[in-house]
């Protein structure tokens, strides 16, 4: 089946550490997108690419990284100069039909706990 | 700087009671409008909006748009247990990717 498969699940990490979650889709999408999202809150984009080598920040990207080697996958590398990690991690992804965002397909998620 | 703003940003209500959300929106290049629950993980996606004054139903949920307040609202006709989650709405201005709004927590009590 087609889709976004976001890995791990849940991760736990230590301060100081750097933590990167997998994003890879099979959905033949160009675009992709990384979500924060904090409890009791929406979705703040942290990093989004609309075509394979090529990326862009969003609202809050400060102590994130990304790549965009292959088309099928989207990697979000959480580092240690990121304040306050914990939160759940949304990736998606979405063919853009007509220059547009057009409706998002989302992963189920990575939570990532700091210790 | 988009702005996209949901309210209420909670409700509890009973079984059986219809609810109102809404969300408004200042955005440049606006295209279209989308809505989004999620219950436990990943978002799924209701409805795209995309003209004023046309009503999208699918079973108990409706949604409508009117470009000219700059807002939309989700009714929830007849609720139950199982429409507890956040609802999310976000423009679509094709510039980047979407803007979420805060959401709105829905519970539904038995």
């Known amino acids: 089946d087609g889709g976004i498969t976001q890995s791990p699940k849940y991760l736990f990490r230590k301060e100081g550490q750097n933590v990167t979650l997998s994003c890879e889709q099979n959905?033949?999408?160009?675009?992709m997108y990384w979500y924060r999202q904090d409890p009791g809150q929406g979705l703040r984009l942290i990093y989004y690419?609309?075509?394979?080598?090529?990326?862009q920040k969003g609202d809050i990207a400060e102590g994130y990284s990304v790549s965009r080697e292959k088309k099928e996958s989207f990697p979000l590398t959480v580092t240690s100069a990121q304040k306050n990690p914990t939160a759940f991690y949304l990736c998606?992804?979405?063919?853009?039909?007509?220059?547009?965002?057009?409706?998002?397909?989302f992963g189920e998620g990575s939570r990532l706990t700091v210790l | 700087e988009d702005k996209v703003v949901q309210s209420p940003l909670s409700l509890v209500v009973h079984e059986g009671d219809t609810v109102t959300l809404n969300c408004s929106y200042e955005?440049?290049?606006?295209?279209?409008l989308l809505w989004y629950k999620q219950e436990k993980k990943a978002p799924t996606f209701l409805f795209m909006l995309?003209?004023?004054?046309i009503e999208k139903k699918s079973g108990r949920l409706s949604s409508i748009l009117d470009k000219k307040e700059l807002s939309s609202i989700l009714n929830i006709t007849a609720t139950q247990t199982g429409d507890s989650a956040i609802y999310l709405c976000?423009?679509?201005?094709?510039?980047?990717?979407?803007?979420f709004g805060s959401g709105t927590r829905l519970q539904v009590q038995p």
């Open positions: 998606a992804s979405s063919n853009r039909p007509s220059g547009n965002t057009g409706e998002l397909f």
């Open positions: 959905l033949n999408h160009d675009a």
């Open positions: 690419s609309q075509i394979v080598n090529d990326f």
């Open positions: 955005v440049t290049n606006f295209r279209s």
């Open positions: 995309t003209s004023s004054g």
């Open positions: 976000a423009p679509d201005t094709g510039r980047r990717a979407l803007t």
